[in-house]
């Protein structure tokens, strides 16, 4: 063998050793499942967590995602190997157009999280970074359920938060599964605890239960009254408590209660006073009831909402002031303690969709309104205040936005 030869022996050698070192060194892809109509309930049916990836091949920010997106996936396979405990997906929306019609997307890339097939409200909203994304995922995966290991612990329970408390003989029961589902769905939304055995005995004269403890130290204790392995009624009821009818807005939920599309019904108030609230709860709950899916009801504090409130021309020494917030325009209720007054709050709604705001803020009260005998004043041209919420919504810089039309209320 010449000398030529050799060398060109050991070079090709060596280069096959990189190749080896780099084949062993680099961590494989996991897969990320491409869903299609044809696959996709199966898939997230199936998975107890799922991230599903949204996306438009032609969107800059959807391209920046996808590496990123695959990394993080590779990750959380390596600490849940098993396919149906952690499924990382992704949706073409231009080839499968149905499915970001199914589950409304309206923005490009939307990363939705899916429980037993369930979407869950919130999506990811948080960094676009393998280790954001990863961390979120492992989050998901912790027990939401804290385990009660005396009764004694009922005693010191933070009545400023609302409680889901389950009482079981056993873990290994359809009853605890259920519950077990309905925790994993309502994390976020309430502190969920479990008794079981000899400790939750004295607890279950009757059988295993479920109690809610609201808000408040002296307010009554509710019981679940309904079949304990049945899911959807133990959802609907664990919901009903945890996810208040008047939601408080923060900066860390804006994106996400301006994304539902609803117009906002907003009182702000001093976090001190929680008197101005218990009266707006008090009557959302009494006249608004069957608007609850035409608008979204919230309380903001006037401390950290002062530039909405500049916006009406208002300030924290004027709260609690009363607001809608159309995302076109913001209208305000004329006095808070109209709200005492029969059906008031209510009308304030009703000229919200009948269009009566918007015509009487740009041309002046409507001619119906006029009293007999009283002579009709002049047009008066005015312009309400641009909406001051819509600024929270998805940012351009971060996503593409789907254009959609938006009646000018």
């Given amino acids: 063998m010449t000398v030529t030869a050799r060398l060109l022996r050991s070079g090709f050698i060596r280069y096959l050793l990189v190749l080896v070192a780099m084949w062993f060194s680099t961590p494989a ?20 967590v799922a991230l599903v990836n949204f996306y438009a091949d032609w969107c800059r920010f959807s391209q920046m ?37 199914r589950y409304r997307i309206s923005k490009y890339p939307t990363l939705k999280l899916f429980r037993n097939g369930m979407m869950m409200k919130r999506e990811y909203r948080g960094q676009r970074s393998v280790t954001a994304l990863a961390d979120f995922i492992k989050q998901q995966r912790n027990d939401p359920i804290h385990e009660i290991q005396s009764l004694d612990e009922l005693q010191t329970i933070d009545r400023s938060k609302r409680n889901i408390i389950g009482f079981f003989e056993q873990r290994e029961s359809d009853n605890y599964r259920t519950f077990e589902k309905v925790a994993n769905i309502l994390r976020d939304d309430c502190v969920i605890q479990a008794a079981f055995g000899s400790v939750a005995k004295p607890e279950r004269f009757s059988g295993d239960n479920v109690i809610y403890k609201p808000i408040g130290e002296n307010s009554p204790d509710m019981v679940y009254l309904g079949s304990l392995n049945n899911f959807d009624l133990s959802f609907a009821w664990t919901q009903d408590k945890c996810v208040p009818l008047v939601r408080e807005i923060t900066f860390e939920n804006g994106e996400e209660l301006t994304e539902e599309g609803l117009p906002f019904l907003i009182l702000f108030h001093l976090k001190e006073d929680t008197e101005s609230l218990d009266k707006f709860q008090h009557e959302v709950a009494r006249q608004l009831i069957s608007e609850k899916g035409t608008i979204n009801f919230l309380h903001a504090d006037c401390d950290k909402f002062r530039h909405p409130l500049l916006h009406i021309q208002k300030a924290p020494a004027d709260c609690p002031v009363i607001a809608i917030d159309s995302f076109r325009h913001m209208y305000v209720f004329a006095d808070f303690k109209d709200l005492a007054i029969p059906g008031k709050l209510k009308q304030f709604i009703l000229d919200l969709h009948s269009g009566k705001l918007h015509r009487e803020f740009h041309h002046g009260p409507d001619p119906t309104d006029t009293a007999p005998g009283q002579q009709q004043s002049e047009e008066v041209q005015s312009s309400p205040p641009e909406s001051s919420f819509q600024k929270l919504a998805p940012s351009e810089h971060r996503y593409t936005i789907l254009k959609r039309s938006r009646d000018e209320l």
Avoid: M
């Fill in 29 to 48: 892809h996991s897969e990320i499942l491409n869903l299609d109509s044809g696959n996709i309930d199966d898939i997230l049916g199936n998975a107890d």
């Fill in 65 to 101: 995602l996808h590496p990123i997106f695959e990394e993080a996936s590779t990750i959380v396979k390596d600490e849940y190997p098993d396919a149906k405990q952690v499924v990382f997906a992704r949706v073409d929306c231009d080839q499968h157009a149905d499915i970001a019609q």
